[in-house]
């Protein structure tokens, strides 16, 4: 999916799994919201003047919960950070993959986190609040990159 953000407008945008038969409303899958005063920089890192306005490009692999945002390049100011929440009550609840929902999904359930991969880097861990209750986790997010719910 793609979007338009412009730089002292908040905006935020939600994706959703589609509706199962006889369900009235679609499950939230991700959400990404743009403070006012979050976008710095578009492509490339070019800095953006006020009401300037770069094209954003979600692409979406819900299999494995990961998100790829470009044009990469991107960048959120420091101190209003653009916030990234991915819901994972669709999602198979054997989370080790092991056949059985158990006490060890549980404990991954709990240490669900946001991960980030930037170009040829290793994926790496952000500072994340999950809330297991909401099946909801998020996370600051300062440039585009591809991100994923891992534990």
């Known amino acids: 999916m793609s979007f338009w953000a412009k730089r002292g407008t908040q905006t935020t945008i939600g994706v959703y799994y589609r509706r199962v038969p006889g369900q009235l409303m679609s499950d939230p899958f991700l959400r990404f919201k743009i403070p006012i005063n979050g976008l710095v920089a578009g492509a490339g ?15 979406i692999d819900t299999v494995y ?15 209003s950070p653009a916030q990234l929440a991915f819901w994972y009550q669709d999602a198979n609840p054997d989370f080790n993959g092991d056949g059985v929902v158990d006490g060890t999904d549980a404990l991954i359930e709990q240490n669900l986190a946001v ?9 790496g861990k952000l500072l ?24």
């Open 45 to 59: 890192g070019v800095p953006l003047g006020r009401g300037d306005s770069v094209l954003i490009t979600l692409t």
């Open 65 to 79: 919960f990961r998100v790829d945002f470009q044009p990469s390049g991107v960048v959120f100011s420091s101190s």
């Open 115 to 123: 991960y980030s991969k930037s170009g040829g880097s290793s994926w």
């Open 128 to 151: 994340s609040r999950n809330d297991p209750t909401q099946q909801v986790v998020g996370a600051e997010v300062l440039h585009f990159s591809q991100y994923a719910v891992s534990w």
